[in-house]
């Protein structure tokens, strides 16, 4: 008798009713578990959908010696420069460099132009999961690529060029690490429009544009032009 076909129902169950509970989420099963990058997908956006959570752009990890992982952005993980963030409310947080663009214009999934954006945000990503263990690519794209939490500073008109992003304890040297923004919101804008596109005034969210951090206290993020931004970790 061959096995049912695989559908992202039961794995929505499970991360929907972490998202709701706050309690682990132990490993899902082999049958539930997605199989492939375009099920982990599926199941990370019927999990917004069953919880009638509109995303409003996408985020994009980067990840030290790992595949980067891709996922939807939601509002209300957005919090204001020098915003308290709780990391014991986290599971396993990570505190990454980060830059948000704001959409100029709709992102078409026929197109192939760079994305046209309207300001650039320096931001420090707190990334977390859902998940009591360590998990798989898989299961963490399904787990909305670890999307913890999002401090975003003060947008500037700029046009993304090259930085050099910086994270650390307030007034600490930094180690700083050189990137092309371009190119890394090229990159989220084919994953946008892979996904359907995205409206005028969405967001691309790049994070881990630094090593990982996880420390508590007031941490810095500084990306040269699109200035600091500074979250306080308790």
């Given at each position: 008798?061959?096995?049912?076909?695989?559908s992202?129902?039961?794995?929505?169950?499970?991360?929907?009713?972490?998202?709701?509970?706050?309690?682990?989420?132990?490993?899902?099963?082999?049958e539930?578990?997605?199989?492939?990058l375009?099920?982990?997908?599926?199941?990370?956006?019927?999990?917004l959908?069953?919880?009638?959570?509109?995303?409003?752009?996408v985020?994009?990890?980067?990840?030290l010696?790992?595949?980067?992982?891709?996922?939807?952005?939601?509002?209300?993980?957005?919090l204001?420069?020098?915003?308290?963030?709780?990391?014991?409310?986290?599971r396993?947080?990570?505190?990454?460099?980060?830059a948000?663009?704001?959409?100029?214009?709709?992102?078409?999934p026929?197109?192939?132009?760079?994305?046209?954006?309207?300001?650039?945000?320096?931001?420090?990503?707190?990334?977390?999961?859902?998940?009591?263990?360590?998990?798989?690519d898989?299961?963490?794209?399904?787990?909305?690529?670890?999307?913890?939490?999002?401090?975003?500073?003060?947008?500037?008109?700029?046009?993304?060029?090259?930085?050099?992003a910086?994270?650390?304890?307030?007034?600490?040297?930094?180690?700083?690490?050189?990137?092309?923004?371009?190119?890394?919101?090229?990159?989220?804008?084919?994953?946008?429009?892979?996904?359907?596109?995205?409206?005028a005034?969405?967001?691309?969210?790049?994070?881990?544009?630094?090593?990982?951090?996880?420390?508590?206290?007031?941490?810095?993020?500084?990306?040269?032009?699109?200035?600091?931004?500074?979250?306080?970790?308790?």
């Amino acid at each position: 008798m061959a096995a049912p076909a695989w559908s992202p129902e039961a794995a929505t169950r499970w991360l929907v009713e972490a998202v709701e509970t706050g309690n682990p989420l132990a490993a899902l099963p082999p049958e539930v578990a997605p199989r492939d990058l375009a099920e982990a997908e599926a199941v990370a956006l019927a999990v917004l959908q069953q919880l009638e959570i509109p995303p409003c752009g996408v985020r994009l990890l980067h990840r030290l010696g790992r595949a980067t992982l891709a996922g939807p952005m939601i509002e209300g993980r957005l919090l204001p420069n020098g915003a308290p963030v709780a990391l014991e409310a986290l599971r396993q947080p990570v505190l990454t460099a980060a830059a948000v663009g704001v959409l100029a214009e709709a992102l078409h999934p026929d197109s192939a132009e760079p994305p046209r954006l309207a300001a650039l945000h320096a931001a420090i990503d707190v990334s977390a999961t859902r998940f009591g263990a360590e998990a798989d690519d898989l299961a963490l794209t399904a787990d909305l690529a670890r999307l913890g939490l999002v401090v975003v500073g003060r947008g500037k008109a700029l046009v993304p060029g090259s930085i050099k992003a910086g994270l650390g304890p307030a007034g600490a040297r930094r180690k700083v690490v050189p990137w092309e923004l371009a190119t890394a919101f090229a990159e989220a804008a084919a994953f946008a429009r892979r996904l359907g596109g995205l409206p005028a005034g969405g967001l691309l969210v790049v994070a881990g544009l630094t090593p990982p951090l996880h420390p508590k206290g007031t941490v810095t993020a500084s990306l040269g032009p699109l200035g600091r931004v500074e979250a306080v970790c308790s």
